[in-house]
């Protein structure tokens, strides 16, 4: 039998061996793994193309479900899950969803894509950023059925310069989907940030094809993720048809009705779509 110690043995102990004592009496819970990431990093030597039709459901939601996702503007999308949560992504104030969400997310880049005065109401503000510049932001952050985690990229600075970790790739894992949002993307992505983003089934695309990176060198992304749905966003001046045109037979392309689309793991199309929501 394992002999028992009183609790402020345990506690003199620990702080023995170096830990605090505020860390002996509430020790964080070990934070929820991507599922995303541990099913592409299965398989190190394929190109991953995400699941469709049936498929295996994540461990964060047993039962899977429908993710909504609209389009507000410019790089706003309205993200709501099975559970109950509402995330706004790249929220800037200029583009509210219809209710106050649970969690908005920020990439930084420009003003358009973040506020520092957002609504006292929204419970999880996530800077896409760290206090220390140039330090890269980490965010693994489980709420409710969703796991919120980034993936950081440099941008060019508005001194034409490169500002080191200027933006993060959100990426939302929620009722056996991984959905991923670009943010304000200047750079195509090297090997170590594919492996680290993993598996996206749905895709969120900046397509300004200037602004952030040119329609060619962000089409060689969405090849490369090879997502499920490919939803564009961030266009400013060039038509779409601009970043179309870089995608062959390879990849179908349709226009929503609305500015809102439902998905499921279920329901995911079996050939890459790039869907164009209304109001892009």
Known sequence: MMPRFPVFAVIFLLS??????????????????????????????ATFASFSGSGPTLANDPVGGDVKITFLGHATLFIETPGGVSIATDFSGAFPPPYTPTVVTMNKAHPSHYTLTPDPAIKYVLHGWADTPGEPAK?????????????????????GGVEANG????????????IGHLGH????????????????????VPVDGGLTMGADSMSRVVKRLRSSLILPMHRWGPPIQQFLAMFGPDFDVAYAPTASTTVSLKTLPRKPLIYVLKGL
């Open 185 to 204: 993307l200047h750079f195509e992505l090297n090997d170590k940030q594919y492996a680290e983003i993993g598996r996206l089934d749905i895709v969120m």
């Open 16 to 45: 023995l061996a170096g830990w605090d004592v505020a860390d002996a009496q509430e020790m964080p819970s070990r934070p929820q793994a991507s599922q995303c990431q541990a099913i592409a990093q299965s398989l190190p030597k």
């Open 139 to 159: 965010i693994h952050l489980t709420v409710g059925d969703t796991l919120i985690r980034n993936v950081v990229t440099d941008i060019r600075s508005w001194s």
């Open 167 to 178: 933006n993060s790739i959100f990426i939302f894992e929620v009722a056996g989907l991984c």
